[in-house]
Structures are given as C-alpha cells and as structure tokens.
C-alpha cells in the first residue's frame, strides 16, 4: 500500500491546491454559506465545492487527519485543522440528521489525534443539536425534513452512522442521554429496517402519532424491495460500531447477518466492489459504487475483531482495499486531486453516476489505516477513539 499512499499525498496536495483555486474563480452566489469543502466533479469535469451544510463537508477534513496518521506525516494536520474549522458552526443546525457525518468525521477524528478540549466542546454542543431530532414516540432520530409531503417522520439506513457522535459525546461528558438515544435508535432500526433476509430498506417512514411504521421504500436504490448498495454498507458499519460502544450481542449477530448477505451475494461482483444497487436491472451493466465498497471494507476490519468469521472478514476487506487501490485510483495528478474513481451518489437522481466522491476516500483511508493497525498488532482506529473498553455510561 506503500505507492497507494504516495498517490493518496500526490492527490491531496493537488487538491489543496484546486479548492482554493474554485472558490476564487467560482464562489458561492451572494447571500448564500461559502464553499468549504471538495465533493464531487460535474459532467463538465469541473470540481464541485459545498457548504459545510452539505452532508459531505466532514469527510475532506477527516481525510486529511486520516491521511496523516497513515503516512506519518505530520504535515497533513495543519490543512486538517483548517478544513475542520469550517465545518464549526454546522454544531447548532438542527435542520438535518446528517451531523454525525459533518462533525464526527472531521472534528471526532481530528480529536482522536490532538486531543483538543476545543474540538471535545464541538462534538458535545453537536451532539445536544443531534438529539433534537429524537422522537421518544417512535425512538428514533428523524432523518429528513423534507418530502414533508410524503413521509411524516422519515429515518433512513445512513442514519445509523450518525449514533457514533452520540457515543462518543457520553463518552466524553459522562451524560448518558446521548447514549440511551442511540441504542433506542439502534434499536427501532433493528427491529424495522431489515427484511428477512437482513438485506435493509433505505427509507422507512414512521407515524409520529403512534410510532407505527407507515411506509418501507427507498429514495436512493432501484426499487423499494432493492438493496440498495450503500445502505448495506451504512448497515453494516452501523451494527458494528454499535457492537463496540455497546457490547451487546444483537449488534454483533447483526452485523455479521449484513456480512453473510453481502459477501454471499451472487450479484457482488468478484473484486468485492458493489454495483450501486445489488438489485439493478441490468447488472453487470451497471455503475459501480466505490465508495460502497470502501464503506464496507473499513467496517469488515472492524467486524473481523470482534467476530468468530473474524478471517473471513478480514480476507474480504484486504481483497476489496487491493481491488479499489489496482483498478479504481485515479492516475496521478487527474481528477482535480481526488483518490477513487467509479462512485454513484444517486442512480435515480440520474447524480453522481460513475464519479468520484470524498466519502468514497474519506472510508478508503479510514479502512487503510485500519488494514495497518490489524497488521501491527493494534485495535482498529474508530473515530474519536482507538477502540478498547466497551463505553457503556
Ligand atoms: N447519506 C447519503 C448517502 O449515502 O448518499
């Protein structure tokens, strides 16, 4: 992985270089938030910057901390830091379930390497805005606020990465509310996002008068029956770390009960990088979702310490690190500075198809710097903490 890394730096430092370079010549329009953070390409190819509102403006940030611990170059901390302070003000929108992915990835990370008090009062206020959204009717956080027309109270699958900032918050405050609203989440999630066969729905809409669920589809998959790729891998990170802040064990069956679905899958292609859906119409003709894979590669690390099928996780991330390192990086110094090629953001959307995206690098890094801790002998890296001790309150 050693050239995957020299590429990574090459790739970053390119993309430091062109942020700057588009927010000068393409800002956002007056009155609107400034552009902070790299997300994708257009059609045109050109690089396309969003606010730190934007779901993705943690996962730039993160990966540079990421990218630092993984060289061993201290270097890559001080854009970090510059990049996570951007992202600062999204501690007080209560408008969105998305903090977990905006704060967590960039200002938990970055705690994990400099321990700032500063960045500890961050993941805590993000928190407190987080559990807002919590609705002890139906006892779960709600996802979206809009479609208001269409869904009452809309939690989708991603939902479950969002958990990990409340884990930590307890952690880190000894306030155990945050922690008893994410294992209630985690909870209403187990027992109404899966099919039988432990394939997830994307969506599932819930009635805030009596908490009954409404309706089970999909926004971002082929079909509401679909197991749409990205979902899986949202749920079987999810189930895992809620494994390691827990401890309890119908996490665990849950997550390997993803893994089983996902790695016997006939539909997954032989390089362990998912089709966007795993339920496409057209497969193999079908986009690729890179950063599905890249999801689920950093979370079989994790789920390969804690499970007795630990190997054969473990085998399926190396090989599927290996496939996105060999046949999905970008060549040097392309791509406006981005890693991975070949995401899909939205298939239906007709957005993102075939693109790369920064989470995609953002769960590559994070899997990477995983591959070398397991390698050494160490516990898998994980947000704001090494994993260790379970963190019941
Ligand atoms: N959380 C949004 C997505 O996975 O596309």
């Known amino acids: 992985m050693r050239s995957t890394l020299s590429l990574a730096e090459t790739q970053a430092t390119l993309l430091l270089r062109e ?13 609107k938030p400034p552009l902070v953070s790299p997300r994708t390409l257009d059609a045109q190819g050109n690089l396309v910057l969003v606010p730190a509102r934007d779901w993705t403006s943690g996962f730039f940030p993160g990966y540079l901390w990421l990218l630092s611990e ?3 170059h201290a270097s890559w901390q001080a854009p970090a830091r510059a990049y996570t302070a951007n992202i600062e003000g999204e501690k007080t929108n209560g408008t969105t379930h998305d903090m977990g992915f905006k704060v967590y990835c960039s200002f938990g990370t970055g705690y994990r390497y400099t321990q700032d008090p500063a960045y500890k009062e961050v993941l805590l206020a993000s928190a407190r805005t987080l559990s807002t959204r919590f609705n002890p009717v139906i006892g779960a956080i709600r996802s979206w606020d809009h479609h208001q027309d269409v869904w009452g109270f809309p939690v989708i699958i991603d939902n479950m990465l969002n958990l990990e900032l409340l884990f930590a918050a307890t952690r880190l405050s000894g306030d155990s509310s945050f922690y008893k609203i994410a294992v209630q989440h985690a909870n209403t999630t187990l ?3 899966f099919r039988p066969d432990y394939s997830t729905y994307h969506v599932v809409d819930y009635s805030p008068a009596n908490g009954a669920v409404v309706t089970r589809t999909t926004h971002q998959g082929a079909a509401p029956e679909s197991a749409w790729a990205r979902g899986q891998g949202w749920a079987l990170y999810g189930y895992t770390m809620c494994y390691r802040e827990t401890g309890n064990p119908a996490y665990l069956a849950q997550a390997e009960r993803v893994a089983d679905y996902l790695l016997r899958h006939p539909n ?3 390089d362990g990088v998912p089709y966007w859906d795993f339920n496409a119409p057209n497969i193999p003709n079908e986009p690729r979702d ?6 689920m590669a950093s979370a079989l690390y994790e789920l390969s310490t804690y499970s007795q099928q630990g190997a054969a996780y473990r085998a399926q991330a190396d090989k599927t690190l290996a496939s996105l390192a060999q046949n999905y990086a970008a060549p040097a110094g392309t791509n406006h500075g981005f890693l991975l090629l070949h995401s899909t953001g939205s298939k239906p959307a007709g957005s993102e198809i075939d693109v790369p995206l920064s989470y995609a690098d953002y769960y590559f890094m994070e899997a990477l710097v995983r591959q070398q801790h397991l390698a050494a002998g160490r516990e898998v890296v994980a947000g704001a903490r090494v994993v260790g001790a379970k963190s019941k309150p």
Do not use: I, Y
Request: glycine residues 10%; aromatic residues 0%.
């Open 19 to 31: 942020v700057p370079a588009a927010q000068a010549s393409r800002p956002a329009p007056a009155g």
């Open 70 to 72: 993984a060289t061993g």
């Open 290 to 295: 890179a950063s599905a894979g890249a999801v």
């Open 191 to 193: 027992r109404n996002h």
């Open 268 to 270: 997954l292609p032989a």
